[in-house]
């Protein structure tokens, strides 16, 4: 069992920068993929990108070459840095990961970008 808090979500303008932490509850040395998703107004939650323990990595296609993730595993914390934001990145963003049986998230944090 795992609870996940995301933070870091605000009010930016387009072509500015955010960085999502997401804290998890316990550690995740050995949790295999933490993710990002988004779920825009209107839309379907979608994957952002997700990271392996190995540290493989994979994004969407929208944000490829200017999200990165990342995790720190001391730290029990998986981050999204977001550069060049658009008013498409628009969108809650939550956290999640899979420990068998249960599909965790956790409640999200709004993002919104200004044009």
């Known amino acids: 069992q795992v609870q996940l808090v995301e933070s870091g979500g605000g009010l930016v303008q387009a072509g500015g920068s955010l960085r999502l932490s997401c804290a998890a509850s316990r550690s995740i040395f050995s949790i295999n993929r933490m993710g990002w998703y988004r779920q825009a107004p209107g839309k379907q939650r979608e994957l952002v990108a997700d990271?392996?323990?190995?540290?493989?990595?994979r994004y969407a296609d929208s944000v490829k070459g200017r999200f990165t993730i990342s995790r720190d595993n001391a730290e029990s914390t998986v981050y999204l840095q977001m550069n060049s934001l658009k008013s498409e990145d628009t969108a809650v963003y939550y956290c999640n990961t899979y420990i068998w049986p249960t599909n965790y998230w956790g409640h999200g944090t709004q993002v919104t970008v200004s044009s």
């Open positions: 990271i392996t323990s190995g540290g493989s990595t």
